[in-house]
């Protein structure tokens, strides 16, 4: 009996697994360019960290984790998100603030599987600890926007919205209960229990019918007080500047606890596989987070981007691989050929040689099996002439190189 991958998983088959990797290398990269440091932190916490960090009341907790207990007795988590691992990890280690740090890896939601959305998904993500002015929002929406112009993926806007702080939440929370208390019989079960523990998650509701009775709810960005109000708008102003695509969104309030100030969702607009309500990163502020875990008061903000969200907006990835293939077809050929193979490693060039096909069809269909773009051929006529038959699987045209030209002709086409 064959046995299947769990329902919400997924198995990255070449050449999606190349494509996986080039969007986690060029992330890389391009963190690195802003100043950020890899971080790679346990797939699995204990539970209490993320109960203390996303929230008592979100329905990360509350609905989607994954959690078990070990033979040692512990309560653990398999983690559901990045940032408080990394927050974790800084105050533990006792890491000097301010510090960007960035990590790539598998996270873990029970969710209901569809396109885009997995159990077992992988984010790329990036936290800066320490860091509290405007200037932090536009470095990492600009860096968000290098990577997608990076991956050819123009379409992108930022939605972008303030959830304000500690001074003016509780009174906005006030009028947005009073509001929830007079549409009581309208709402949801979930939301009326939401009305009551944390009254801000209803705008995370998926029931449209609740969706379309909050459109005119009271919203927290009307009700900023002086501080919340300067701080977003000094990062409206620096994205206009910067000409940074966005659009304030008052019912973005996003669905983990830990944000203070600036939230914020990169969108994509173009056509895509991916569904037009999903967004392929979040992001916000959370400036009590370092503290509420026993450090200092270090204001912190940080944003997550999903690999397989992203994969959906791209063009499939070409089978064909930039691989050349020797066939060599008599004695003499074969020992060329194994000089040949190594020559072509040594200089980057992704190369293999079969001794094991001895006819020219029979080589070209192992090629073709192989998706190598290129083949070599070498016969008694080649040797001769001191050229290599270059053939071209994709296009199938064919060419005499000479030898000596062989690794120059390559990597240009290549
Ligand atoms: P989040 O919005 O929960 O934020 O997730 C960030 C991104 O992860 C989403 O925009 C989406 O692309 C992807 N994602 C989430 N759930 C799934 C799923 N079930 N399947 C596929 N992709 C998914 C966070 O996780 C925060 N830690 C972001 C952050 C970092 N905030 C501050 N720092």
Not at 304 to 312: K, V
Request: hydrophobic share 35%.
């Amino acid at each position: 009996m064959i046995i299947n991958n769990p329902k919400g998983t997924q198995d990255f088959l070449p050449p999606l697994s190349t494509q996986k990797s080039y969007l986690e290398n060029t992330f890389r990269k391009i963190a690195q360019l802003y100043g950020f440091e890899e971080i790679v932190t346990p797939t699995f916490e204990h539970t209490e960290l993320f109960l203390r960090s996303t929230g008592l009341t979100t329905d990360i907790v509350t609905k989607q984790m994954y959690t078990f207990v070990d033979k040692g007795n512990r309560n653990l988590a398999l983690r559901p998100e990045g940032t408080p691992g990394v927050v974790r990890a800084v105050l533990q280690y006792n890491l000097k603030l301010p510090i960007r740090l960035f990590y790539i890896g598998p996270m873990f939601r029970y969710e209901r599987p569809q396109k885009g959305r997995y159990r077992e998904f992988y984010q790329l993500g990036v936290e800066i600890i320490g860091e509290g002015q405007p200037e932090a929002e536009l470095e990492l929406i600009d860096l968000a926007m290098r990577y997608f112009r990076e991956l050819k993926l123009e379409a992108v806007v930022t939605k972008i919205n303030s959830v304000g702080c500690k001074v003016c939440r509780p009174q906005f929370r006030n009028s947005l209960k009073g509001f929830l208390t007079d549409n009581l019989s309208k709402i949801c079960e979930d939301c009326k229990v939401r009305a009551e523990q944390n009254p801000l998650r209803v705008f995370d509701c998926k029931e449209d019918t609740c969706q379309a009775i909050y459109q005119s709810a009271p919203k927290i960005t009307d009700h900023l007080c002086y501080e919340c109000q300067k701080h977003f708008q000094t990062v409206l102003e620096g994205l206009s500047k910067r000409k940074l695509p966005f659009e304030l969104d008052k019912s973005l309030v996003r669905g983990l606890d830990y944000y203070t100030r600036t939230t914020f969702e990169f969108v994509p607009t173009g056509a895509s596989e991916l569904g037009s309500k999903d967004s392929i990163g979040g992001g916000g502020r959370y400036d009590n987070l370092v503290k509420d875990f026993g450090g200092p008061q270090a204001p912190a903000i940080g944003f997550a981007l999903g690999l397989e969200r992203i994969l959906l907006c791209l063009p499939k990835p070409e089978r064909w691989r930039p691989l050349v293939f020797i066939i060599s077809l008599d004695e003499k050929a074969d020992t060329e050929a194994e000089g040949l193979v190594h020559k072509l490693r040594d200089a980057d060039i992704p190369a293999l040689k079969s001794s094991q096909v001895k006819t020219l069809r029979a080589g070209l269909g192992l090629a073709d099996t192989l998706y190598c773009k290129y083949v070599i051929i070498i016969g008694g006529d080649e040797l001769q002439k001191k050229v290599y038959t270059v053939k071209n699987l994709v296009d199938r045209s064919q060419v005499e190189v000479a030898q000596d030209k062989l690794i120059e002709y390559l990597k240009a086409t290549l």
